[in-house]
């Protein structure tokens, strides 16, 4: 597995296929070429194939892009569909064979360039994920071994040799050890008596960008499970070199672990059955405030404001917010409709106005606040700095240079009040940063539902 855990890759192989994605007449390509990782980063493919009549398979093919000028030896599939949305027809299936034998495919493969010297044609095409799978005969626990193509920032327990740290914990009942070693990360999961749940790999990766609030994403696995073995490998993501969202605790100091191995537990667990391929409400909120947080400071505010927007309005809050309203409220609320349906006004205004009583039945985030507020589940102060940078944000907001300090502390502010709505969910009572307050101490959270 080592030769695929590596950044620079390349794979020879003697078969490949390539078939349209298309029930009309799909295109089929065969031909012998390579898979690479190029600029240690992309994974490309490379396919060239022999064509007794390639002047006219160029003619046929720029036709059918709609050019007509250019460098007729290079065509460029990519630079003749600018500004249009790639259709599912467009991709293509691939199968190819390496010189060990082993068969990779991928689905969703879309060719970029095409060169054409006497009777030889090369495609050149983009890959986002290949896979192999092969039967082994070991009836060994379930386990994966997930490569991270960068060095992420947690408590480590034993440095194994210089320059490498291990850290080795118990979570929903898998064992996990996470290595680091030479700019590079290697997570080990180990099952003890049960399957490893689908998507699993994200979830481990949604889980660890929570709790060190960065940009956390596999480019290499191995797995192995119900006498199968499969090797999957994707395109390096892109390392984050710039700032980082605050992680929940800080965990500068050793002592810290236990208490981030808890949250980390916490979290995997409560996204642990979402079924979605893409990234869990929360983990997609976590990952555009970091993006953010690399840009200005007006667009993490804005972030912010509207991701705890988006917090409370998850379902999982729904009982906390449950609208009380009286039979007197209820019976004002329609008599304004009776009357603004008998008024002499046009229909788009009507709309408007409905739409304005509409909201009325609508709990706004706000309320939303004040209620968990009410509870003791949030801190007041923190919801007066949301809705400070909210207001700011939602109106197109510019920072002045005397101002600077004050956001930064409403965005510590803010950060602590969305890492305390992920508590609630998540149901994790323990330890934590307080960024909100000088010297960002570390207290306890233990709100409960």
Not at 147 to 160: A, G, K, T, V
Not at 262 to 284: C, R, T
Request: net charge positive; proline share 2%; charged share 25%.
């Amino acid at each position: 597995m080592s030769e695929f855990f590596n950044k620079i890759l390349h794979i020879n192989c003697p078969q490949i296929v390539l078939r349209q994605n298309s029930s009309n007449s799909p295109k089929v390509y065969r031909g012998s070429g390579l898979i690479t990782r190029i600029n240690q980063r992309n994974l490309e493919l490379e396919l060239s194939y022999c064509d007794d009549d390639s002047w006219s398979s160029i003619l046929k093919h720029l036709e059918s892009l709609g050019e007509k000028q250019g460098n007729v030896t290079v065509v460029g599939d990519k630079s003749a569909g600018i500004g249009k949305i790639v259709q599912e027809t467009e991709y293509f299936s691939l199968s190819a064979t390496d010189e060990q034998d082993r068969k990779w495919v991928s689905q969703k493969v879309l060719i970029t360039n095409r060169q054409f010297s006497a009777n030889k044609i090369t495609l050149t095409a983009k890959l986002f994920e290949i896979q192999h799978s092969a039967y082994i005969s070991s009836q060994e626990e379930a386990s994966m071994r997930i490569y991270l193509s960068q060095n992420i920032n947690i408590p480590y327990s034993n440095r194994i040799k210089t320059g490498e740290y291990v850290a080795n914990f118990l979570a929903c009942g898998y064992n996990f050890y996470i290595i680091s070693c030479n700019e590079n990360t290697i997570i080990k999961i180990e099952s003890i008596d049960k399957k490893l749940p689908n998507l699993i790999e994200t979830k481990v990766c949604e889980a660890l960008q929570f709790i060190t609030g960065d940009l956390v994403a596999w480019s290499s696995l191995e797995v192995y499970q119900e006498s199968q073995m499969s090797i999957r490998i994707r395109s390096l993501a892109k390392s984050n070199n710039h700032t980082k969202k605050r992680p929940p605790i800080r965990f500068e100091k050793l002592y810290t672990k236990k208490d981030v191995w808890e949250l980390y537990e916490k979290y995997l667990n409560y996204i642990l059955n979402y079924s979605d391929e893409e990234l869990h409400p929360i983990s997609g909120w976590i990952r555009r405030i970091v993006e953010a947080r690399t840009q200005y400071l007006e667009a993490e505010m804005l972030t912010l404001s509207v991701a705890v927007e988006s917090l409370v309005g998850m379902d999982d809050f729904k009982d906390f917010f449950k609208k009380e309203k009286t039979n007197s409220i209820k019976s004002q609320i329609l008599l304004i409709e009776n009357c603004i349906k008998e008024l002499y006004l046009e229909d788009s205004f009507k709309k408007r106005l409905k739409g304005f009583m509409d909201n009325m039945n609508s709990v706004s985030a706000t309320d939303k606040l004040k209620k968990l507020v009410d509870k003791g589940l949030v801190d007041e102060s923190l919801t007066k700095a949301w809705k400070k940078i909210r207001n700011k944000a939602a109106h197109g907001y510019i920072l002045k240079p005397g101002e600077l300090n004050k956001n930064l502390k409403f965005c510590n502010q803010v950060t602590v009040l969305l890492h305390h709505l992920v508590f609630i969910l998540i149901g994790y009572k323990g330890k934590y940063t307080d960024y909100s307050e000088d010297g960002w101490i570390k207290k306890s959270f233990n709100a409960s539902h």
